[in-house]
């Protein structure tokens, strides 16, 4: 155990610690993390002019942090890494600036022993268990991450740094808190927040599935949609995570509202199957389209009034007597689209332009009703 002082806070029934922990007990006792995914497209990182000249060692500081499903932190950002470790040799060089006069956020998922001094409730001493990987961070993890490559430079770091400390939330609890605290200060990217969901975190089984299908299309190496899917709102992928998972959401709302329960059962266990015959259906019927820039086919508007056609190409597929998440089954059902919409549909210059006039929202729109139309 390691023991601080500390002063012990209430709000709305929570209690939490305000203490001090010196750079060497971050070392010790916080596990750095973020939020990530193994089997997806990897992409090697950039290096500039910038990094090369970084102060940061990170070769050194990237085998510090962990990647799992299972974490909350969004991917880290190297150069606010690197402008905060200039900025602390810049305070411990001047000595007339502290370098985090604000505190970091950490958990446990361990609790800690609070012993009151004497005539003060709220004052005491605080034991944390003297174990790596104790805690966590749920704010502040850019600025400990920095602390943390200036000690690997060989600098001499001698600082206490003010910290919130909670050992009573459960993991949902810790993702809501993360949520609020970053979704309007620091702008989280929705992508994220519907990882975050997807991770089953909140008990949305829609959104869960949505999440893995969207990981599925953008990691499955036969999918068309292998890499362009920004995971996490980042990557070199062109489209979103959030607006496809929340039209891939709806869909679902639909067929469980219109379905019968052993309808909705089979779309669910069948979901990630469909989504990704049915996006190799769209490019073997419009080839030109998805091979080339030129066309806009691949853009967030154009796949979101796919998916928004999806309950009528299942339905039409019903129709042929063709078992709605086979890939032949598929392209027999849409094969109208080729004839009437055809690639030329999504030339950037020419007619998607023209309709982009009316905004994406009215775009996606106008393209689900000729989707719908030319499978009457």
Known sequence: ?????????????????????????????????????????????????????????????????????????????????????????????????????????????????????????????L????????????????????????????ETVSIEVPAVLFDSLDARQIVELFVTINAKHTRLNPS???????????????????????????????????????MLGTGRGRVSQAPLAEEIVDF????????????IQEIRHGAKRFFLNYVKALSTTFPTAWASRKYSIKTGAALRAFIRAAPDVMARTRELKRDPFDLNAIREAIKPWAERLRDRRFETEGEWKLKLAGG???TVEILTRELREALR
């Not at 370098?99 to 956020?105: E, K, L």
């Not at 944390?128 to 000690?151: F, K, M, T």
């Open 1 to 125: 155990m390691i023991t601080v002082p500390s002063r012990r806070v209430k709000q709305f029934g929570v209690e939490f610690y305000q203490a001090g922990l010196s750079a060497k007990d971050i070392d010790r006792l916080v596990k750095f993390e973020v939020l990530g995914y193994s089997g997806g497209p990897q992409e090697a990182p950039k290096q500039s002019r910038s990094s090369a000249r970084s102060r940061v060692n990170w070769d050194m500081l990237e085998k510090r942090i962990a990647e799992s499903e299972t974490a909350y932190q969004r991917p880290v950002i190297r150069r606010k890494i690197d402008e905060l470790v200039t900025y602390y040799k810049e305070c411990k060089d001047a000595g007339t600036l502290p370098a985090i006069p604000g505190a970091v956020i950490i958990t446990s998922e361990k609790r800690f022993t609070f012993t009151p001094v004497a005539g003060h409730h709220d004052l005491g001493l």
């Open 360 to 362: 994406t929202r009215g």
């Open 252 to 263: 679902l709302e639909t067929v469980e509202k219109l379905g019968s329960g052993g309808r």
């Open 192 to 230: 994220h927040i519907i990882s975050l969901a997807g991770r089953k975190l909140y008990p949305d089984p829609n959104q869960a599935l949505a999440h893995d299908v969207i990981r599925s299309l953008n990691e499955d190496e036969t999918s068309p949609l292998h890499g362009e899917i920004k």
């Open 127 to 154: 034991q944390i268990p003297e174990e790596h990987g104790v805690l966590r961070v749920l704010d502040g993890q850019h600025r400990l991450l920095a602390l943390h490559a200036l000690s690997q430079a060989g």
